[in-house]
């Protein structure tokens, strides 16, 4: 009988020979997580699907740096945030999307709950792109300021204030709809 | 009146960051405000909500898209790493993108001392500059450089007549001196050169022993052309980029290309980091015709154009190359070397050309070819050319053709005397002037701390065109390193001398015995290779 293990296994060395049929059970277990970061990243459901697309056509070749140190989900996402990243940056460069965002002068009220009166994902898109890309990759994906400071190529003390602003962000747009 | 932590402090303490001194001072005031501690309440179910949002599901038709890409053979090349530092590769692609193979490791900004602060920031007012904008420099440095009252700013600058050269090739210049303003604050105006398009950063002390390069990233400023990166600093920043981080030059590139569609030079990087990154394979086929549909519409649009810049025809030849267009490549290749002999491309083809033709020429006549391309060589081309003819010259087996072209190579290429005078004295023919040129070296090796030693002197950086501005190599640490790592095994074998570093001083050591066959070599400087316990 074949472990879960095994079978991952053997999925990873049929991706790696480029075979489709493991591609495709890659696709199984982790399209919708790969398809999740995509879209919170880039924030378009079209972008999001080339990006998925890109990953899981790239993945063969580039699970030859995949060292096995790490779950092999964990690799896959981190290669998904930055692909999606990239494109980011190059839309960024066509659009010159500004990231200036002013900031919160009033506190926050009291019990209210972020998703009161506004869905946080609606508040999520809302967001400039950096400030987007930083929120969801710490507060969602879980990544260090340092780790997103080298996936964006920007200093950890930046992600760190990007973060402060994507938050600022949030809550003007959650209770400014109060 | 209440005093409330600023709000930085409040995310701070709710993300768990705060350091205890700081964590226990703020629970202290949450305990007692009900405004703060609403802030790191709705903080923290912020975090928990954002934490519990669903998975949104892919549509169901991607898989099959997906699986129908992978059997029409589509290909992508993921970004499976952050700073990749790999050593630039192979000669097909370094040979046309980079013009000529370096032969030796050359000072740099990140070849410093290094001490990497995480958390250290450079910042530049305004952000994106203009050419020749004066610009306002705040950086905020860490415990690294505590006490310092004021640090040094140093940079390499790149124009557009730097063409494709390698970063660790270009003069490491000392730009401003940063002024501390407390709390690790320092800052620094400077005006920006003209030609500069690119420029990197790193911050170091006034002795060049702490070096801040952004672990080793450096800190990058580019000029705008208005609202967009400048085209040649978007190049600048590709040649920068290429022995460095190839998927941020990849990417350089595609931006390039993208801003200008019309630029041949960034079609031509684009297409070798493409071909770089695709490996044996080489490029995918779908992006071959891509590229080849492209070339086409270049061709068509600068064929007639007879005023072509040594940068276009350069290009097109070497985008022709890359697509693996023989005829079209020749035909570049002829109005290359007609219309801009001088351009980067032009000598390394003319080099490769004298290059081939050495299998069967004698060693004089591969000479006289190398003497009249080093007649109009400009000066960074200089140093491939001077060593590709040194060792010719070694061939020819005549001291002072091989004198000459030592001599050379040592003009441009000062810090690497050393490795240059050991390669010598290691084959028979050489040995004597190798010698010679060793002992020199080492009597001007007149105190650990010499600059000389690892670096240009004064007076050839004065002589050096770039170099009108302040110049400081970190001369002391390179030239340690150059001994320690590449050249002392080979000059001890020859001198009997020991190098070695201790309390981070150069010192050296005579050897008890000689070597077989050896005649012994006398003793060099004094202050340099003082006996054991003289110093």
Redesign the interface.
Known sequence: MVTERERHSTLVKGARA?Q?DA??GL??LY???V??VA?RLSNS?TD??DV????????G??LA??EGRGSLEGWIKR?TA??AL?RL??QR??N?ISIEVGLLAS?????????DRLT??QA?AGLPDELRAV?VLK??EGYSH?EIG??M?I????SKIR??RA??E??RSIEGTA | MIFHPTQSRLHGFADGALIKKVRVKTAAHLERCSKCRNTVGWLRRLSREANALPLPTPPPELRDRILESLRRGDRVILPVADHPRPAWPGRRVAAGFSAIVAVAIGASLIRAPELASEASELRFYPEHPQRGDEIAIEYHGTSMFAGEDSLMLRAVYRTAADGSTWHEDLPVLRVATLTGLGEGVYTATLRLPEDVVYALFAVEDDRGSRVDSRGRALWELLVYDDDKPDRDALMQKTYDLQRRNWELALETAQQATELYPNHVAAWFALSSLQQLLSGKAGLPRELLSRHRARFAQLERALAQNHALSGADLGGMYGYAVMLGDDVAAERWRERLLREAPEHDLALAVSLSEVQKAASTDPPSTTLAKLERLWATAQSHHRRPLSSYAFDIAVQSGTSEVMAMWLDRYARVQPRDMVLAATELASVPVGRELGISRLRFLLGRLESPDDGRFGGPSPQAVQTDTRAAREVRLSTRPQGIDRLDHAASRVFHSITGFNFYVEGGTLRGSQRKRSLPNQESTGRPSRKATPEPGEG
């Open positions: 480029g489709p591609i495709a696709y199984d399209g919708k997580t398809y999740g879209l459901e999001a699907e998925v697309q890109d990953v899981f056509i790239g993945l070749r580039s740096s995949f290669v930055r692909t990239m940056r190059r460069a066509r010159e506190a926050a009220s009291s019990e209210s709950s972020p998703t946080l994902e999520l929120f507060e969602i340092r080298e996936m190529g200093q950890p003390g930046t973060l402060h938050r600022r949030l809550q």
